[in-house]
Antibody, heavy 122, light 109 residues
Framework: QVQLVASGGGVVQPGRSLRLSCAAS????????MHWVRQAPGKGLEWVAL????????YYRDSVKARFTISRDNSKNTLYLQMNSLRVDDTAVYYC???????????????WGQGTLVTVSS | EIVLTQSPATLSLSPGERATLSCRAS??????LAWFQQRPGQAPRLLIY???SRATGIPPRFSGSGSGTDFTLTISSLEPEDFAIYYC???????????FGQGTNLEIK
């Protein structure tokens, strides 16, 4: 079955960097677009970024553009989120998720990984 | 940017009752709307996409309807495991962007 395991979260000071990883298994990773979605503690869901199945097309929400970079290594079945210049309001659980239809991008996504908590605090 | 407004914020019902959750878009989104369920301490899961298509493995008591700006998620007869937070979501394809509603907390009465 599809499994997505996110890792790399932790406590970091404002202005510092962190890289999240999402290890995928149970499906042909290189065939599906992938997403990052976050959820601040006690708050709702916020889409962060997507990358196409080949890794060539990327989209971001405005508040993370120029600070975050989504990427993937299809040889390692792994999705990444490089987060630079972190701010206190980036504090959240970060989920990775797989699109339900392969071969493109910007589709619905499911399932989601279990999430990894990023806390930005001085 | 499209804004999704869910109502009510909290819905208190008993097992076996029918639940009706609403999602209104600030402008027409066609059929580009999905519903997610999030149980406490768990990741969200997709229930409905394209307004009315059930995702894989979702029981038939869950149904979605609507188009344009007004959408409804109906749970025909609540099971204990259905008490959770429900989010609607819109996706736009150009540019690619995803927006969530603020959620409806379905709680046991």
């Amino acid at each position: 079955q599809v499994q997505l395991v996110a890792s790399g979260g932790g406590v970091v000071q404002p202005g510092r960097s962190l890289r999240l990883s999402c290890a995928a298994s149970g499906f042909t990773f290189r065939s599906f677009g992938m997403h990052w979605v976050r959820q601040a503690p006690g708050k709702g869901l916020e889409w962060v970024a997507l990358v196409s199945h080949e890794g060539t097309i990327k989209y971001y929400r405005d508040s993370v553009k120029a600070r975050f970079t989504i990427s993937r290594d299809n040889s390692k079945n792994t999705l990444y989120l490089q987060m630079n210049s972190l701010r206190v309001d980036d504090t959240a659980v970060y989920y990775c998720a797989k699109e339900i239809v392969g071969g493109g991008w910007s589709n619905w996504f499911d399932p989601w990984g279990q999430g990894t908590l990023v806390t930005v605090s001085s | 940017e499209i804004v999704l407004t869910q109502s009510p914020a909290t819905l208190s019902l008993s097992p076996g009752e029918r639940a009706t959750l609403s999602c209104r878009a600030s402008q027409s989104v066609g059929y580009y709307l999905a519903w997610f369920q999030q149980r406490p301490g768990q990741a969200p899961r997709l229930l409905i996409y394209d307004a009315s298509s059930r995702a894989t493995g979702i029981p038939p008591r869950f149904s979605g309807s609507g188009s344009g700006t007004d959408f409804t998620l109906t749970i025909s007869s609540l099971e204990p495991e259905d008490f959770a937070i429900y989010y609607c979501q819109h996706r736009s394809t150009w540019p690619a962007m995803y927006t969530f509603g603020q959620g409806t907390n379905l709680e046991i009465k």
